[in-house]
């Protein structure tokens, strides 16, 4: 990227290479209806899916985490704006990589807002899948997993309730 971007005279800064809990953290610096997570290893294979994620959030009051299928638990996932700004994170900050999607599906489900889309088809072509070669792109990601799995359980134990506190508006949203 440096050299294409210095042919082409385009101004640049590179910093430290960001985990993808850092980088979806950042889309609260952007003003959005909803913030979604798409990552390098989802292929959307339902046309207009990112319509009918919002489609199935404003269906539930405006509030919600929306997912179509895929072949693990819901990842790339359409979260509201006022979920997002709520919580003050799109993902947890205590994760790297992992355990990222378990804990929004952990959230959300116990909140009553994560919306299942079923005509939704989004394939993951990670390598757990036999779908991709694990090469050293996956590295950063499996090396994190000891220590988010250890956050996961201390965000758990000490954090989630007070996070699910503060979808209130949504849940009470839902029940009205």
């Not at 994170?89 to 929004?104: E, S, V």
């Not at 090396?143 to 359980?153: F, I, N, V």
Request: proline fraction near 4%; aromatic fraction near 14%.
């Amino acid at each position: 990227y440096r050299k294409v971007f210095a042919a082409r005279g385009i101004k640049h800064e590179f910093g430290p290479r960001l985990t993808i809990v850092q980088v979806f953290n950042r889309c609260l610096e952007f003003p959005a209806e909803f913030y979604g997570e798409v990552n390098d290893d989802h292929v959307y294979r339902t046309d207009g899916w990112d319509l009918k994620l919002a489609r199935a959030i404003q269906g539930n009051g405006g509030w919600g985490m929306a997912h179509g299928r895929t072949e693990n638990q819901a990842g790339a996932v359409l979260i509201s704006a006022n979920c997002v700004r709520a919580l003050g994170y799109f993902f947890p900050p205590c994760f790297r990589h992992q355990y990222g999607d378990t804990a929004l599906t952990d959230l959300y489900s116990s909140a009553g807002l994560a919306l299942a889309v079923a005509d939704v088809w989004i394939e993951h072509m990670h390598p757990f899948f036999g779908k991709a070669v694990l090469d050293a792109t996956y590295a950063p990601m499996l090396g994190a997993g000891e220590a988010d799995r250890l956050a996961y359980e201390k965000w758990k134990a000490e954090d989630f309730e007070t996070d699910l506190d503060k979808l209130s508006p949504g849940i009470l949203c839902r029940q009205s």
